[in-house]
Every structure is written in structure tokens, then in C-alpha cells.
């Protein structure tokens, strides 16, 4: 990668990974409208966001060793042409049965986060990786603040069907801008697929790889329950509009891109499981604040924004050490690498969003949806102060990353 074409590759990483973010939470402000439509109950719409989960979980495993063998730009483009195709579906859907099919075929977009992160894996070192990881992370991180109030605006002017031809006519655009703007960056792999398979497993017995990668899972997992309960929360408990309930759930991704700036920063100073270990002290921390101040009634309801916030400071700080530590496990396989870790986030996630939509329609209240999300900033948290206590020794070729 030459140093004139790096601000265009770094752009279109960027998209590549705001995309899928944009396309699992823009519509949410429009969850309890769409059910009504499609005439089933809240719970089963929450099947719009697990049954997508699944399915980037599916794709992510299959996506990474693939681009590792054959390259990452066919896997790309093949990626957001399905994504675009699918979109079109869902906004011409006319039955809660044909819409989950194309929605859960939307998921063909993760693609573009998992061999985003393998990208910067395949041109930088693991510190520049890093600090790279929290750059993208903080631009990236506009499209889920923007995209829920974009949703719901577009939701309250033309329907709920707008949502997804704006995903269909991102999908086209995206698709030429990695055709045009974004070259190879990793060789195909020469190895027969016996030698791959085996060697993929061996990333899977990495005791490193699996202490990151459940740190990461139970951090985002909080997002995940967080963006599944918010909005029936606001509107049985809060009374917010569908454009409100937008711009709420973009709260705990401003806090994501503070803590993904301030990522990039300490990154330079301190080693990953530092600033690791800082993120989830912040989630943990501010989190268990806000449950104690709504237990106490010390605050309205909407308070638990102020809690997301701090949630999403703590996983801005922590995700781009975790991700970073973990592409470099195996450089050679840093697609599979990004897939596989990518595949358990999401397995955590539609199930943390499935049982968020059954207690959230049972209990709609900012204290349960809040408790949930302490419960796993808490695991997280504990996973972090046991490797940094020393009892998890990761051995790996990282240049003093950890």
C-alpha cells in the first residue's frame, strides 16, 4: 500500500465497517410499527435483529478463511451484492415470513467488518494496527449514532420500508467503491484446504484468542441487549416518538466514539491490556451508578442513557486492543482470525437479544434493560483483571503489544 492511496483505503474501511452497523440498528426505531404491519408480537420482530445475528455468525466463519485463501476483494463484492439484493427484498416484503429471509440475507454485509480489521492486519504492525483499529473505530462509529435518527426520521416521513432501500442504495454504492478504490492486499494462500482447515483449528486452541474474544463478546453483548430493549423501554415506560427513540439509541455510541479516540491515544503510551482493563472499569463503573440512582428512584427513567453512555466509553477503549491482539495470534490467518471472533460476538449477541425481548416484554423498565447490561460488563471486567493478573500467559509474536 503506497502513502498516497492510504487515506482512500482507510475511507473505505471505514464504510466497510459502519455499514453493518448501520444496517443492524437503523430500523430498530421503527421495531414495535413494523410488528403492528406484519401483525406478530414484539418478541418475534426481535427475530429481525437475532435471526441477522445468526447468520453474520455463519458468514463470518466462512468469509475469513475464504478471503485468506482466495483474497479479500472477491469475497467483498460478492458480499455487498448480496446485501443490496436483499435489501430490496426487505422493502418489498409482504409477510413477516418473507421479510425475515431477506432480512436475515442482509447479514452478507458483515463481510465487510470481518476483512476490514484483516486489512489493516495485512499493512500494518500490531501498535499501528492498533492505533489504526481506533481511528476507523471512532469515524465508524458515527453511522450508529446517525443512522438510528436517520431511521426514524425516515420512518415517521415515508414508512418503515425507507429504511431498506436506503440500505439497498448504499449497498450499490459501497460495492463500486471497493471495485474502484480498494486493491489486494493479501496473497492467495497456496496450501491445500487439508493444510488450511488444520491450521485454522490451531487459531482455535489459542487460549489467547479465546480470553480476547470473551472480553470482546460480553462487551458488546451489552450493546446488543442495549439496542434490542431501548426501544420498547422508550415507549412504554418513556413516551418517546420513533425520531426520539432514534436519537437514543445513538447515546451509547457517543460514548463508543469518545472511547475509541481515546484508544488511539493511549495506545501509543500503554500496553493493551492497560487501556483493556480501563475500558471495562469505565463500563463496569458507570453502569452500576446508574442502576444504584433509578434503584433509589434518584433519577428519571431516561437516565439509563447517561448509563449507556459510560457502557459505550468502556467498549471504545477496549475493542481495538482486544481486535488488534487477537489479528496477530496468526498473521497468516488474520481473516479467519477476525471471522472466528466475529462469529462468537454475534452467536452472544442474538442470544443476549433474544432473551433482552422476552424480558423487556415482560419488564419494560430502564432497570432491568440496565442490569442486563451490568451483568455483562461485569464478566467482561473479570476476564480482563484475570489476564492482567497474570494468570492468563499469552505467548505471542506481537512486539510488546500486550
Known amino acids: 500500500m503506497t502513502q498516497s492511496s492510504t487515506p482512500n483505503i482507510i475511507i473505505t474501511l471505514t464504510l466497510l465497517t459502519a455499514v453493518p452497523l448501520m444496517s443492524l440498528n437503523m430500523f430498530l426505531p421503527s421495531l414495535g410499527i413494523m410488528a403492528q404491519d406484519f401483525n406478530v408480537g414484539y418478541d418475534t420482530m426481535a427475530m429481525a435483529v437475532s435471526g441477522y445475528l445468526i447468520f453474520t455468525a455463519v458468514l463470518q466463519l466462512l468469509a475469513g478463511p475464504v478471503a485468506d485463501r482466495f483474497g ?43 476483512l476490514s480489521r484483516a486489512i489493516v492486519s495485512d499493512v500494518a504492525a500490531p501498535k499501528q494496527a492498533t492505533i489504526i483499529l481506533g481511528y476507523i473505530g471512532m469515524a465508524m462509529s458515527l453511522a450508529p449514532i446517525l443512522a438510528p435518527s436517520l431511521g426514524g426520521f425516515l420512518s415517521d416521513a415515508a414508512g418503515w420500508r425507507a429504511n431498506f432501500w436506503f440500505y439497498a442504495g448504499t449497498g450499490v454504492a459501497l460495492w463500486a467503491l471497493v471495485w474502484i478504490r480498494l486493491p489486494e492486499t493479501s496473497s492467495a494462500q497456496r496450501a491445500g484446504a487439508s493444510v488450511f482447515i488444520k491450521s485454522y483449528f490451531e487459531l482455535i486452541k489459542s487460549g489467547h484468542f479465546w480470553a480476547y474474544t470473551l472480553i470482546m463478546a460480553f462487551s458488546i453483548g451489552a450493546f446488543y441487549v442495549f439496542v ?22 445513538g447515546s451509547m455510541t457517543t460514548g463508543f466514539l469518545t472511547g475509541s479516540f481515546l ?3 493511549l495506545a501509543r503510551r500503554h500496553a493493551a491490556n492497560t487501556v483493556i482493563l480501563m475500558g471495562r472499569s ?14 433509589t428512584n434518584s433519577v428519571p427513567p431516561w437516565a439509563l442513557f447517561g448509563g449507556a453512555i459510560c457502557a459505550g466509553l468502556g467498549n471504545g477503549l477496549t475493542i481495538p486492543s482486544a481486535s488488534s491482539a487477537i489479528l496477530f495470534v496468526r498473521k497468516d490467518l ?10 462468537v460476538i454475534v452467536v452472544f449477541g442474538a442470544i443476549f437479544s433474544t432473551i433482552t425481548g422476552a424480558l423487556i416484554q415482560a419488564h419494560p423498565t430502564a432497570i432491568v434493560l440496565i442490569s442486563l447490561m451490568l451483568m455483562l460488563s461485569l464478566i467482561s471486567l473479570s476476564i480482563a483483571i484475570w489476564i492482567c493478573s497474570g494468570s492468563h500467559k499469552a505467548q505471542t509474536a506481537n512486539g510488546g503489544l500486550l
Open 72 to 114: 479479500r476483494r472477491p469475497v467483498l463484492l460478492a458480499s455487498l451484492g448480496l446485501f443490496a439484493a436483499a435489501s430490496v427484498g426487505c422493502a418489498l416484503a409482504e409477510n413477516f415470513n418473507s421479510f425475515l429471509f431477506f432480512r436475515v440475507l442482509q447479514g452478507a454485509v458483515i463481510a465487510g467488518s470481518v
Open 228 to 249: 434490542s430493549g431501548v426501544p420498547l423501554v422508550a415507549v412504554e415506560q418513556l413516551n418517546m416518538t420513533q425520531s426520539q427513540i432514534g436519537l437514543a439509541i
Open 263 to 265: 484508544s488511539s491515544q
Open 282 to 295: 469505565i463500563a463496569m463503573f458507570g453502569l452500576l451508578v446508574c442502576l444504584l440512582l433509578l434503584w
Open 334 to 343: 488474520a481473516a479467519s482470525a477476525s471471522g472466528l471472533f466475529g462469529a
